[in-house]
């Protein structure tokens, strides 16, 4: 069987030629959307306990109008991680603004500063190059830096201990060295100074919303009970300081539209499924995922189709091959075998062409989509089941159709010139071909829609 698979793809090369491309360009398009899509719903998951932390946010509705952001109150992480017992830890994060730090000669504008405390390492996963992690940033003036900032301003200096200058205001003494914040994280960082380098004074600090606030849980906590306890809290602390400012009761106020709590949300659901007001940059959104995960397997049955009309249009070249071995003893279970195992070859052939395709367009992918997408089938093990079903799923789907069709032939009448009666193929391939124009059409509008 496959030497007979290589007979006829050296004897039909433009046939071969047309199918094995066309295979091998859409399972090229369909594993650089894989990458992406694994990829968008990989964020923040290189946090270990990725599964348990939670972003409070405040929820309410003032004047009729909801207040849906993503910050919370200063003293909420502490309260929470003393008060409910599934708080494991909890991590305070705050921006002051974006300041122009200094070093000798280097002057730099920064964006991504932000203040906390050694808590913060206790929720997320920050590998330290140099510096010491216990009680990290829990002096006032401390700021710990990333690799690329480092190399930045010092150089093949050691950072550590040296003083960085901000707005020839504060001076900041390198504590640590981190690495950089992965690219697919929802809050990315250069420099983390100590939040107790600023005195916060607030009037009201149970309803001034100005910092971000993580938690993590006990594991097997509920996340709904937890919840429960969160709004307990806001009942003991936040509610009287509301009645306090508008000085009636919690009672008046909600009868007139007033609500006010926070809510958790899961650290993995940030990045696409949040909405929120003040995020850290834009985030991306779920249906992305499946539009593009429909644009896959529209591609794929494309292909398939393509397939599907090419084989059975060489209907009267195999007649005679398939009449020769009926009668020569193949039944058909036979041929079935026979024209699934070419169908497989060949998509075989065709992926190890797409895979090569995905090295050269990764560079371009990954200019027009941002990202910095890596195709290595040693490191990323999990893409070899993926592809390995690829080539038998295609190779099936594809094969099926022409395989029973070819197999259905009738030796005497194959033998005997008479073809006319399996002149119905044809039909069936003006389906397709209707079929393969309306999704192209579809795909190429809503391409143009989307680029529009």
Do not use: C, M
């Given at each position: 069987y496959f030497l007979?698979?290589?007979?006829?793809?050296?004897?039909?090369?433009?046939?071969?030629?047309i199918n094995i491309f066309g295979l091998a360009t859409a399972v090229a398009v369909c594993l650089l959307i894989l990458l992406y899509v694994q990829d968008e719903l990989n964020y923040d998951k290189f946090n270990y306990k990725y599964d348990r932390i939670y972003r409070v946010h405040i929820d309410g509705v003032f004047n009729n109008k909801k207040i849906w952001a993503a910050q919370s109150c200063l003293p909420l992480g502490k309260t929470l991680k003393d008060e409910i017992p599934d708080v494991t830890a909890y991590a305070t994060i705050r921006s002051f603004g974006f300041p122009v730090f200094r070093y000798k000669d280097k002057v730099f504008s920064e964006e991504k500063v932000f203040f906390t405390d050694s808590n913060f390492f206790e929720v997320f996963d920050v590998p330290i190059i140099k510096g010491n992690k216990l009680n990290l940033l829990n002096n006032p003036f401390e700021i710990a830096i990333t690799e690329s900032m480092a190399k930045k301003y010092f150089g093949n200096e050691d950072p550590i201990n040296k003083i960085i200058n901000s707005d020839k205001r504060i001076d900041y003494k390198v504590v640590a060295v981190i690495k950089d914040v992965p690219y697919n994280s929802h809050f990315k960082y250069d420099f983390?100074?100590?939040?107790?380098?600023?005195?916060?004074?607030?009037?009201?600090?149970?309803?001034?919303?100005?910092?971000?606030?993580?938690?993590?849980?006990k594991e097997n906590s509920d996340p709904k009970l937890v919840q429960k306890k969160i709004d307990k809290v806001v009942s003991k602390y936040t509610i009287p300081t509301i009645e306090k400012i508008f000085q009636t009761?919690?009672?008046d106020l909600s009868k007139n539209g007033l609500k006010y709590g926070y809510t958790m949300q899961a650290l993995s659901d940030i990045h696409l499924k949040s909405n929120l007001e003040n995020e850290f940059e834009p985030n991306g959104q779920i249906i992305y995922i499946y539009i593009f995960s429909l644009i896959a397997i529209g591609i794929l049955i494309i292909a398939c189709f393509n397939y599907m009309n090419l084989s059975t249009a060489r209907y009267s070249g195999r007649a005679k091959e398939v009449g020769i071995r009926k009668t020569i003893g193949?039944?058909?279970?036979?041929?079935?075998?026979?024209?699934?195992?070419?169908?497989?070859?060949?998509?075989?052939?065709?992926?190890?062409?797409?895979?090569?395709i995905v090295y050269?367009?990764?560079?371009?992918?990954?200019?027009?989509?941002?990202?910095?997408?890596?195709?290595?089938?040693?490191?990323?093990i999990s893409i070899i089941p993926v592809i390995l079903l690829l080539i038998v799923f295609i190779g099936l789907v594809a094969g099926l159709y022409p395989a029973i069709f070819l197999s259905s032939f009738s030796p005497i009448?194959?033998?005997?010139?008479?073809?006319?009666?399996?002149?119905?193929g044809k039909r069936l391939r003006g389906i397709l071909v209707v079929l393969?124009?309306?999704?192209?059409?579809i795909l190429i509008i809503c391409t143009i829609f989307i680029y529009n």
């Open positions: 007979i698979t290589l007979r006829n793809l050296q004897k039909f090369k433009g046939y071969s030629f983390l100074g100590s939040l107790s380098s600023y005195k916060i004074q607030e009037d009201y600090p149970w309803v001034n919303n100005n910092n971000f606030t993580y938690i993590v849980l009761t919690w009672s193949a039944n058909f279970k036979n041929l079935i075998i026979q024209f699934l195992s070419e169908s497989v070859i060949i998509t075989f052939i065709a992926v190890l062409f797409s895979i090569f050269l367009l990764l560079p371009l992918f990954n200019d027009i989509s941002g990202k910095q997408l890596e195709f290595n089938i040693i490191t990323n009448k194959v033998l005997g010139g008479s073809l006319h009666e399996y002149i119905k393969q124009f309306s999704i192209t059409t």
